[in-house]
């Protein structure tokens, strides 16, 4: 302002020898772009190594697409070659899990983007899915009845759900768990339902809906109580918590607020028991199994149920079996390893006692499906490396004798179009190839000697017995015996009864495929070291503890 003051300057400090050499040294530093806006070489790299751990899935992504594209190119015509690409693809699949497999240690495990975790035990079930899945397209192939419907939909909704358990077997994070298991269940909500002009496939897709719906509704809840309490959705650090306190984890919680924690476990064990078929989450099993297309039967029973409990012990793992958790919460473990041998019990009795009234042969396997995940759980009973071991074992079991039954079914309807037991009679004479290959199936079921049913259960006998759960290991073998009582009443039909005057329909391929895995049935269960040694690494990966305290 005019006629002010002026404002005397503040003189400047002397700058230091050091602070002067630091500005030169800036001044000649070469200048470089943010590394948001370019990647340097090490961020690419670090990318495309990160891809290559979850090759298996993209190649999937990219099959769904292709199947897409080539159903619309064709409009749906070049049924053959659409399944024979199909394969092919799934056939990279397998070849890139086993290189997978060979890659990592025992107890290996690598990340993928932060989500995704490669390690053994989600290796073996994709492994065995993947191969699960190229017999189920071989039934859609081999079924005639499936021709007169969209076939491009029909497999790029089996990839599609096949993409949802690649990530729900190999993750740690519960929100990547939640997706696949949504992707898995919306694909096979529209598989159940496939036959649009069936109302019972219409009521089975409805019945699915309405169950997942619920069971997704309560499984979220328990997991954003579980967040709520720890901070966290990573299971790999939500037991033991994080350094410095923080997140939680529930070592810490279970001292504080064992009820909450106690809650939110059994709210997404809920959501797995769904999954699962395992009692009282069951009751959309039967009328599901019953209404949909038999491949998607085949499917539901085999790959995706699978999924469930695969999923199942690495929660159960994580939260109250590794190195450094177990021994903080082990009265709490062992008090969820009596809850499940509970629901291992009334699982496999409910089922085999449901079964022994079916007189549809869809629906006796749909019962006999809930018993076996039974079975299974006495593995996760006994809350150890070993038990999750049987556990594994008897699920890829459960992989070679579901898949040989339901190709049997679909043998028998398309000889009968028929699914009831009686339309059986005399079968065995007029089609003694797969009738036999089906008694083998039925054996290994029922748990027979010297089949690979057998084995397994013996595994989770041994293992139940092991760990003072003698009373568990009574009522599966009493089980064993009720199930005998309904596998017979196939077999009589087979071959004790008056054969029906009816044309034979041969059904070469189909046949062919039924002998094969008639065949794997009985040699996996006479030669079983190697399938031993694979289901003993693959939850070894999860870094399990082989120790746990009975609860006071």
Request: hydrophobic share 50%; with cysteine.
């Given at each position: 302002?005019?006629g002010?003051a002026?404002?005397?300057l503040?003189?400047?400090?002397p700058?230091?020898?050091?602070?002067?050499r630091?500005d030169?040294?800036?001044d000649?530093a070469p200048?470089?772009?943010?590394?948001?806006?370019?990647?340097g070489?090490?961020a690419?790299?670090?990318?495309?190594?990160?891809?290559?751990?979850?090759?298996?899935?993209?190649?999937?992504?990219?099959?769904?697409?292709v199947?897409?594209?080539?159903d619309?190119?064709?409009?749906?015509?070049?049924c053959r070659?659409?399944a024979?690409?199909t394969?092919?693809?799934?056939?990279l699949v397998?070849?890139?899990?086993c290189g997978?497999?060979?890659?990592?240690?025992?107890?290996?495990?690598?990340?993928a983007?932060?989500?995704v975790?490669?390690d053994r035990?989600?290796t073996?079930f994709?492994?065995f899915t993947a191969?699960?899945l190229?017999?189920?397209?071989?039934?859609?192939?081999?079924?005639?009845?499936?021709?007169?419907?969209g076939i491009?939909?029909?497999?790029?909704?089996?990839?599609?759900?096949?993409?949802?358990?690649?990530?729900m077997v190999s993750?740690?994070?519960l929100?990547?768990l939640?997706?696949?298991?949504e992707l898995?269940s919306?694909?096979?909500?529209s598989?159940a339902?496939f036959h649009?002009?069936?109302q019972r496939?219409?009521?089975?897709?409805?019945k699915?809906?309405?169950?997942?719906?619920?069971?997704?509704?309560?499984m979220?809840?328990g997991?954003?109580?579980?967040?709520?309490l720890?901070?966290?959705?990573?299971l790999s650090?939500?037991g033991?918590g994080?350094?410095?306190?923080?997140?939680?984890?529930?070592?810490?919680?279970?001292?504080?607020?064992?009820?909450?924690v106690?809650?939110?476990v059994?709210?997404v064990l809920?959501?797995f028991?769904y999954?699962?078929?395992?009692?009282?989450f069951?009751?959309?099993?039967p009328?599901?199994?019953?209404g949909?297309?038999?491949?998607?039967?085949t499917?539901?029973?085999?790959?995706?149920?699978?999924?469930?409990?695969?999923?199942l012990?690495?929660?159960?793992?994580?939260?109250?079996?590794?190195d450094?958790?177990?021994?903080?919460?082990?009265?709490?473990?062992?008090?969820?390893g009596l809850?499940?041998?509970?629901?291992?019990?009334?699982t496999m009795t409910?089922?085999?006692?449901s079964a022994m009234?079916?007189?549809?042969?869809?629906?006796?396997?749909?019962y006999?499906?809930i018993a076996h995940?039974?079975?299974?759980l006495?593995?996760?009973?006994?809350?150890t490396?070993?038990?999750?071991?049987?556990?594994?074992?008897?699920l890829a079991?459960?992989?070679?004798?579901?898949?040989?039954?339901?190709?049997?079914?679909l043998?028998?309807?398309?000889?009968?179009?028929?699914?009831?037991i009686?339309?059986?009679?005399?079968m065995?004479?007029r089609?003694?190839?797969?009738?036999w290959?089906m008694v083998?199936?039925?054996?290994?079921l029922?748990?027979?000697?010297?089949?690979v049913?057998?084995y397994?259960?013996?595994?989770?006998?041994?293992?139940?017995?092991d760990?003072?759960?003698?009373?568990l290991?009574?009522?599966?073998a009493?089980n064993?015996?009720?199930?005998l009582?309904?596998?017979f009443?196939?077999?009589?039909?087979?071959?004790?009864?008056?054969?029906?005057?009816?044309v034979?329909n041969?059904?070469p391929?189909?046949t062919?495929?039924?002998?094969?895995?008639?065949?794997?049935?009985v040699?996996t269960g006479i030669?079983?070291s190697?399938l031993?040694?694979?289901?003993?690494?693959?939850?070894r990966?999860?870094g399990i503890?082989?120790?746990?305290e009975?609860?006071?």
């Amino acid at each position: 302002m005019p006629g002010a003051a002026p404002v005397p300057l503040r003189p400047s400090r002397p700058r230091s020898l050091a602070s002067a050499r630091l500005d030169e040294a800036l001044d000649r530093a070469p200048r470089q772009e943010p590394r948001g806006l370019r990647p340097g070489p090490i961020a690419v790299n670090d990318y495309l190594v990160q891809l290559g751990r979850i090759a298996p899935e993209a190649v999937l992504t990219v099959l769904a697409l292709v199947i897409l594209t080539w159903d619309l190119v064709t409009k749906g015509r070049d049924c053959r070659r659409l399944a024979y690409g199909t394969l092919a693809g799934l056939g990279l699949v397998v070849w890139l899990l086993c290189g997978q497999w060979a890659s990592l240690g025992e107890t290996g495990a690598v990340s993928a983007f932060g989500m995704v975790t490669v390690d053994r035990f989600g290796t073996f079930f994709k492994l065995f899915t993947a191969l699960a899945l190229m017999v189920v397209v071989l039934l859609v192939l081999f079924d005639r009845r499936e021709r007169k419907h969209g076939i491009g939909e029909y497999y790029f909704l089996l990839i599609g759900a096949a993409i949802g358990i690649f990530f729900m077997v190999s993750t740690n994070n519960l929100l990547l768990l939640m997706l696949g298991l949504e992707l898995l269940s919306l694909a096979s909500y529209s598989l159940a339902g496939f036959h649009k002009g069936s109302q019972r496939s219409a009521e089975a897709s409805l019945k699915y809906i309405v169950f997942g719906g619920l069971s997704a509704g309560i499984m979220l809840y328990g997991i954003s109580l579980l967040y709520g309490l720890t901070g966290t959705i990573d299971l790999s650090v939500m037991g033991r918590g994080g350094e410095g306190g923080y997140p939680v984890g529930l070592v810490a919680q279970f001292a504080v607020s064992p009820i909450p924690v106690a809650v939110a476990v059994v709210l997404v064990l809920a959501g797995f028991a769904y999954k699962a078929s395992i009692v009282p989450f069951h009751f959309w099993t039967p009328d599901v199994y019953e209404g949909a297309p038999t491949p998607v039967t085949t499917f539901l029973a085999v790959a995706s149920k699978a999924a469930g409990f695969a999923a199942l012990l690495r929660f159960v793992g994580a939260l109250f079996l590794v190195d450094g958790v177990q021994e903080a919460v082990h009265a709490y473990g062992a008090r969820i390893g009596l809850l499940l041998a509970i629901l291992s019990a009334v699982t496999m009795t409910l089922g085999n006692l449901s079964a022994m009234r079916q007189r549809s042969l869809k629906r006796l396997l749909a019962y006999s499906s809930i018993a076996h995940a039974g079975y299974v759980l006495m593995g996760l009973a006994v809350m150890t490396e070993a038990g999750f071991s049987a556990s594994v074992f008897y699920l890829a079991a459960y992989y070679f004798m579901n898949l040989g039954a339901f190709a049997f079914l679909l043998y028998f309807e398309g000889e009968t179009n028929s699914d009831e037991i009686d339309s059986l009679k005399g079968m065995g004479w007029r089609h003694p190839v797969v009738a036999w290959a089906m008694v083998a199936f039925l054996v290994s079921l029922a748990g027979l000697p010297p089949t690979v049913g057998f084995y397994g259960k013996l595994l989770l006998f041994y293992e139940g017995v092991d760990a003072g759960l003698g009373w568990l290991v009574f009522i599966a073998a009493l089980n064993s015996v009720i199930s005998l009582f309904y596998y017979f009443r196939v077999a009589k039909a087979l071959f004790l009864t008056e054969p029906v005057e009816r044309v034979p329909n041969r059904q070469p391929a189909l046949t062919g495929l039924i002998v094969g895995l008639s065949v794997l049935t009985v040699v996996t269960g006479i030669f079983n070291s190697a399938l031993q040694r694979w289901s003993g690494e693959a939850p070894r990966a999860l870094g399990i503890s082989d120790q746990l305290e009975e609860p006071h």
